[in-house]
Protein backbone atom coordinates (compact mmCIF):
# COMPACT_ATOMS: atom_id res chain seq x y z
CA UNK A 1 0.00 0.00 0.00
CA UNK A 2 2.12 2.94 -1.40
CA UNK A 3 0.72 5.77 -0.10
CA UNK A 4 3.00 8.36 -1.45
CA UNK A 5 4.16 8.02 -5.24
CA UNK A 6 7.17 9.04 -7.35
CA UNK A 7 7.12 7.00 -11.02
CA UNK A 8 9.58 8.37 -12.35
CA UNK A 9 12.69 6.63 -11.38
CA UNK A 10 15.36 9.07 -13.03
CA UNK A 11 15.35 12.20 -14.67
CA UNK A 12 17.69 13.37 -16.74
CA UNK A 13 17.73 17.04 -17.92
CA UNK A 14 20.71 19.74 -19.36
CA UNK A 15 22.62 22.36 -17.07
CA UNK A 16 20.24 25.57 -17.02
CA UNK A 17 16.69 24.24 -17.80
CA UNK A 18 13.90 23.22 -15.55
CA UNK A 19 14.13 20.07 -13.77
CA UNK A 20 10.26 18.99 -13.11
CA UNK A 21 9.93 16.09 -10.09
CA UNK A 22 6.44 14.52 -9.64
CA UNK A 23 5.03 13.04 -6.74
CA UNK A 24 0.93 11.66 -6.22
CA UNK A 25 0.04 10.56 -2.84
CA UNK A 26 -3.18 8.41 -1.54
CA UNK A 27 -4.51 9.50 1.93
CA UNK A 28 -6.45 12.49 2.02
CA UNK A 29 -5.59 13.29 5.64
CA UNK A 30 -1.80 14.01 4.22
CA UNK A 31 -1.74 17.61 4.94
CA UNK A 32 2.17 18.77 5.04
CA UNK A 33 4.21 17.66 2.11
CA UNK A 34 8.03 18.11 2.44
CA UNK A 35 10.87 17.39 -0.57
CA UNK A 36 14.14 15.72 0.33
CA UNK A 37 17.49 15.80 -1.29
CA UNK A 38 19.63 13.01 -0.68
CA UNK A 39 23.54 12.31 -2.12
CA UNK A 40 24.90 8.63 -1.78
CA UNK A 41 26.45 8.23 1.86
CA UNK A 42 24.22 10.80 3.28
CA UNK A 43 21.22 11.05 4.79
CA UNK A 44 17.80 13.14 3.56
CA UNK A 45 18.44 16.57 3.36
CA UNK A 46 15.35 18.96 3.70
CA UNK A 47 15.00 20.97 0.76
CA UNK A 48 10.95 22.73 0.28
CA UNK A 49 7.72 22.25 2.26
CA UNK A 50 4.40 22.88 2.01
CA UNK A 51 1.24 23.17 3.76
CA UNK A 52 -2.18 22.36 2.26
CA UNK A 53 -3.33 25.70 3.05
CA UNK A 54 -0.92 26.93 0.03
CA UNK A 55 -0.50 25.72 -3.67
CA UNK A 56 2.72 27.49 -4.20
CA UNK A 57 6.09 27.70 -2.00
CA UNK A 58 9.26 28.85 -3.02
CA UNK A 59 12.71 29.03 -1.78
CA UNK A 60 15.34 30.68 -4.08
CA UNK A 61 15.23 28.12 -7.16
CA UNK A 62 13.01 25.44 -5.64
CA UNK A 63 9.37 25.75 -6.28
CA UNK A 64 6.80 23.16 -5.04
CA UNK A 65 2.99 23.12 -6.72
CA UNK A 66 0.82 21.25 -4.71
CA UNK A 67 -2.90 20.61 -6.37
CA UNK A 68 -4.99 18.65 -3.47
CA UNK A 69 -8.06 17.93 -5.87
CA UNK A 70 -5.01 16.10 -7.94
CA UNK A 71 -3.71 14.43 -4.63
CA UNK A 72 -0.41 15.93 -7.05
CA UNK A 73 2.27 17.60 -5.86
CA UNK A 74 5.60 18.73 -8.02
CA UNK A 75 9.13 20.24 -7.65
CA UNK A 76 10.46 22.69 -9.92
CA UNK A 77 14.16 23.14 -9.96
CA UNK A 78 14.83 26.37 -12.02
CA UNK A 79 17.90 26.61 -13.33
CA UNK A 80 19.20 23.00 -12.77
CA UNK A 81 22.82 22.63 -12.26
CA UNK A 82 25.03 19.72 -12.18
CA UNK A 83 25.54 19.95 -8.20
CA UNK A 84 21.47 19.30 -8.02
CA UNK A 85 22.17 15.33 -9.29
CA UNK A 86 20.96 13.50 -6.44
CA UNK A 87 18.20 11.25 -5.43
CA UNK A 88 15.01 13.42 -4.42
CA UNK A 89 12.27 11.85 -2.15
CA UNK A 90 8.97 13.58 -1.64
CA UNK A 91 7.35 12.68 2.20
CA UNK A 92 3.53 13.81 3.51
CA UNK A 93 2.11 13.63 7.10
CA UNK A 94 -0.79 14.69 8.83
CA UNK A 95 -0.59 17.71 10.59
CA UNK A 96 -2.46 17.93 13.66
CA UNK A 97 -2.83 16.49 17.31
CA UNK A 98 -2.94 12.57 16.37
CA UNK A 99 0.08 12.85 13.99
CA UNK A 100 3.09 10.98 15.28
CA UNK A 101 5.41 12.74 13.33
CA UNK A 102 5.51 9.72 10.63
CA UNK A 103 6.85 10.87 7.32
CA UNK A 104 5.61 8.76 4.80
CA UNK A 105 7.76 8.64 1.95
CA UNK A 106 7.81 7.80 -1.84
CA UNK A 107 10.54 5.68 -3.90
CA UNK A 108 12.60 8.42 -4.79
CA UNK A 109 13.63 9.89 -8.22
CA UNK A 110 17.04 9.79 -9.24
CA UNK A 111 18.03 13.62 -11.23
CA UNK A 112 20.68 13.85 -13.16
CA UNK A 113 22.26 17.12 -13.84
CA UNK A 114 24.25 17.18 -17.43
CA UNK A 115 26.90 19.87 -17.71
CA UNK B 1 24.57 23.56 16.50
CA UNK B 2 25.32 20.07 15.50
CA UNK B 3 23.44 18.03 13.47
CA UNK B 4 21.92 14.46 13.64
CA UNK B 5 24.94 12.23 14.25
CA UNK B 6 24.56 8.24 14.05
CA UNK B 7 27.06 5.49 14.69
CA UNK B 8 28.45 3.48 13.60
CA UNK B 9 28.62 4.36 10.38
CA UNK B 10 28.51 0.65 9.16
CA UNK B 11 28.25 -2.82 10.57
CA UNK B 12 28.30 -6.32 9.24
CA UNK B 13 26.37 -8.97 11.44
CA UNK B 14 25.72 -12.30 11.47
CA UNK B 15 21.37 -13.96 10.97
CA UNK B 16 20.36 -14.18 14.06
CA UNK B 17 22.52 -11.89 16.31
CA UNK B 18 21.68 -8.88 18.24
CA UNK B 19 22.15 -5.20 17.05
CA UNK B 20 22.05 -1.26 18.91
CA UNK B 21 22.80 1.33 16.71
CA UNK B 22 23.27 5.20 18.21
CA UNK B 23 21.95 8.66 17.25
CA UNK B 24 22.26 11.86 19.03
CA UNK B 25 19.62 14.05 17.62
CA UNK B 26 20.24 17.79 16.96
CA UNK B 27 20.46 20.37 19.84
CA UNK B 28 17.24 21.84 20.45
CA UNK B 29 15.31 18.88 19.16
CA UNK B 30 13.25 16.56 21.73
CA UNK B 31 11.91 13.85 19.09
CA UNK B 32 13.71 10.98 17.50
CA UNK B 33 12.36 9.14 15.11
CA UNK B 34 13.86 6.00 12.78
CA UNK B 35 13.57 5.38 9.15
CA UNK B 36 14.94 1.96 7.43
CA UNK B 37 15.57 2.58 4.04
CA UNK B 38 16.12 -0.72 1.40
CA UNK B 39 18.11 -0.24 -1.61
CA UNK B 40 16.08 1.59 -4.12
CA UNK B 41 13.05 2.18 -1.87
CA UNK B 42 12.28 5.25 0.03
CA UNK B 43 12.68 5.54 4.47
CA UNK B 44 10.27 3.86 5.70
CA UNK B 45 9.17 4.56 9.47
CA UNK B 46 10.25 2.42 12.38
CA UNK B 47 9.16 3.96 15.54
CA UNK B 48 9.31 7.75 17.18
CA UNK B 49 10.12 8.47 20.28
CA UNK B 50 9.12 11.48 22.25
CA UNK B 51 9.78 12.53 26.71
CA UNK B 52 11.64 8.95 25.92
CA UNK B 53 8.75 7.38 25.39
CA UNK B 54 7.43 5.12 22.30
CA UNK B 55 5.18 7.64 20.17
CA UNK B 56 4.09 5.86 17.41
CA UNK B 57 5.21 2.84 15.10
CA UNK B 58 5.31 1.76 11.61
CA UNK B 59 4.76 -2.14 10.52
CA UNK B 60 7.94 -3.14 12.50
CA UNK B 61 7.95 -6.51 14.37
CA UNK B 62 8.46 -6.38 17.97
CA UNK B 63 12.24 -7.15 17.55
CA UNK B 64 12.88 -3.51 16.87
CA UNK B 65 12.82 -1.65 20.01
CA UNK B 66 14.29 1.57 20.96
CA UNK B 67 15.18 4.04 23.32
CA UNK B 68 15.10 7.85 24.51
CA UNK B 69 17.79 9.31 26.67
CA UNK B 70 16.71 12.09 28.64
CA UNK B 71 19.38 13.53 26.77
CA UNK B 72 17.37 13.13 23.77
CA UNK B 73 19.89 10.44 22.39
CA UNK B 74 18.67 7.74 21.26
CA UNK B 75 19.18 3.75 20.20
CA UNK B 76 17.68 1.33 17.82
CA UNK B 77 18.03 -2.58 19.11
CA UNK B 78 17.19 -5.39 16.42
CA UNK B 79 16.94 -8.94 17.70
CA UNK B 80 17.38 -11.77 15.71
CA UNK B 81 18.58 -10.45 12.52
CA UNK B 82 17.13 -11.57 9.21
CA UNK B 83 19.34 -10.81 6.07
CA UNK B 84 16.09 -8.68 5.09
CA UNK B 85 16.79 -6.27 8.13
CA UNK B 86 20.28 -5.24 5.43
CA UNK B 87 19.40 -1.47 4.56
CA UNK B 88 20.38 1.80 5.74
CA UNK B 89 19.19 2.83 9.26
CA UNK B 90 18.52 6.87 9.44
CA UNK B 91 17.98 8.56 12.39
CA UNK B 92 15.45 12.52 12.50
CA UNK B 93 15.33 14.37 15.43
CA UNK B 94 12.79 16.98 15.13
CA UNK B 95 10.96 19.25 17.71
CA UNK B 96 7.51 18.37 19.21
CA UNK B 97 5.51 21.08 20.68
CA UNK B 98 3.00 19.96 23.14
CA UNK B 99 0.65 17.59 21.97
CA UNK B 100 0.50 19.26 18.02
CA UNK B 101 2.31 19.27 15.74
CA UNK B 102 6.47 17.99 14.69
CA UNK B 103 8.41 20.36 12.56
CA UNK B 104 12.41 20.75 11.78
CA UNK B 105 12.92 17.38 11.07
CA UNK B 106 16.64 16.38 10.43
CA UNK B 107 18.46 13.00 9.12
CA UNK B 108 21.57 11.60 10.09
CA UNK B 109 23.70 10.10 7.52
CA UNK B 110 22.15 6.58 8.64
CA UNK B 111 24.34 3.51 9.35
CA UNK B 112 24.54 0.84 6.87
CA UNK B 113 23.62 -2.68 8.43
CA UNK B 114 24.83 -5.71 6.28
CA UNK B 115 23.61 -8.95 8.11
CA UNK B 116 25.12 -12.17 6.23
Known amino acids: DQQVKQNSPSLSVQEGRISILNCDYT??????FLWYKKYPAEGPTFLISISSIKDKNEDGRFTVFLNKSAKHLSLHIVPSQPGDSAVYFC??????????????FGQGTTLQVKP | ETGVTQSPTHLIKTRGQQVTLRCSSQ?????VSWYQQALGQGPQFIFQ???????GRGNFPPRFSGLQFPNYSSELNVNALELDDSALYLC???????????????FGSGTRLTVV
Open chain 2, 49 to 55: YYREEEN
Open chain 2, 27 to 31: SGHNT
Open chain 2, 92 to 106: ASSIRRGAGDVYGYT
Open chain 1, 27 to 32: NSMFDY
Open chain 1, 91 to 104: AATPHGSSNTGKLI
